[in-house]
């Protein structure tokens, strides 16, 4: 059995709540379009872990948290192209409403914060992420297709699925490098490797809301 890490739905009470929440998201207007396959330098590598603070468990606002679920169930549909997610928290701070965006605008950014009703501004910060919910939905879609193939060939997959910004991630048991090489060859730079314990089934991953 493996977990697949998709963008999931955290309802939130009035009341603050202990909650870890990833999302993903695109890193520029002119990423490469996820349904090709993508030719890579030799210097390409998988991305890097995400900041230790972002998707943290915590306590969260009652205001935190009511804008999360705000921004997570108005910003798909109003900037598919935009927006990528939201997570709870940052290496400051565990209360921190985060959204990433690709090729955002101050118009959006203000827009996003009305939505979401903080009235803090230091309690919302913008980060530019991956991949867009939309070319998100379409690299995902290729992976799932491929999985079966990779684990017939070996690959001892946990978990996978749209992390915090947009990318795809993938938690690997027994990870060497030819596969993570492997995983960049065929989807391309936007792509977070891990090494997962075997029947971890998505601990590694935390799921993402958006």
Same mark, same amino acid.
């Given at each position: 059995m493996l977990a697949v890490i998709v963008r999931t739905t955290l309802v939130t009470s009035a009341v603050a709540l202990?909650?870890?929440?990833?999302?993903?998201?695109?890193? +520029?207007?002119?990423?490469? +379009?996820?349904?090709?396959?993508?030719?890579?330098?030799?210097?390409?590598?998988?991305? $890097?872990?995400?900041?230790?603070?972002?998707?943290?468990?915590?306590? /969260?606002?009652?205001?935190?948290?009511?804008?999360?679920?705000?921004?997570?169930?108005?910003?798909?549909?109003?900037?598919?192209?935009?927006?990528?997610?939201?997570?709870?928290? %940052?290496?400051?701070?565990?209360?921190?409403?985060?959204?990433? /965006?690709?090729? %955002? %605008?101050?118009?959006?950014?203000?827009? /996003?914060? +009305?939505? @979401?009703?903080?009235?803090?501004?230091?309690?919302?910060?913008?980060?530019?992420?991956?991949?867009?919910?939309?070319? @998100?939905?379409?690299?995902?879609?290729?992976?799932?297709?491929?999985? $079966?193939?990779?684990?017939?060939? !070996?690959?001892?997959? &946990?978990?996978?699925?749209?992390?915090?910004?947009?990318?795809?991630?993938? !938690?690997?048991?027994?990870?060497?490098?030819?596969?993570?090489? &492997?995983?960049?060859? /065929?989807?391309?730079?936007?792509?977070?490797?891990?090494?997962? $314990?075997?029947?971890?089934?998505?601990?590694?991953?935390?799921?993402?809301?958006?």
């Open positions: 202990a909650l870890s929440l990833v999302v993903g998201c695109s890193m +520029t207007s002119s990423s490469p +379009t996820p349904g090709a396959d993508v030719v890579m330098s030799d210097a390409a590598t998988p991305l $890097p872990a995400l900041p230790s603070g972002v998707g943290a468990p915590g306590v /969260l606002s009652a205001e935190v948290a009511n804008g999360i679920v705000a921004v997570r169930d108005y910003a798909p549909a109003a900037y598919p192209d935009n927006y990528a997610g939201i997570a709870s928290g %940052t290496p400051a701070s565990v209360d921190r409403l985060v959204i990433y /965006l690709v090729g %955002t %605008t101050p118009q959006i950014q203000a827009d /996003l914060v +009305t939505v @979401s009703g903080i009235h803090d501004p230091d309690k919302v910060v913008f980060e530019q992420g991956r991949l867009s919910t939309s070319d @998100s939905a379409a690299l995902h879609a290729r992976v799932e297709a491929t999985v $079966p193939r990779l684990m017939s060939e !070996g690959f001892l997959i &946990q978990d996978y699925g749209v992390g915090v910004d947009g990318a795809e991630e993938f !938690g690997i048991h027994d990870l060497t490098d030819d596969q993570t090489a &492997q995983l960049v060859d /065929l989807f391309g730079p936007y792509v977070r490797v891990h090494e997962a $314990p075997e029947n971890s089934f998505g601990e590694h991953v935390t799921p993402s809301a958006g």
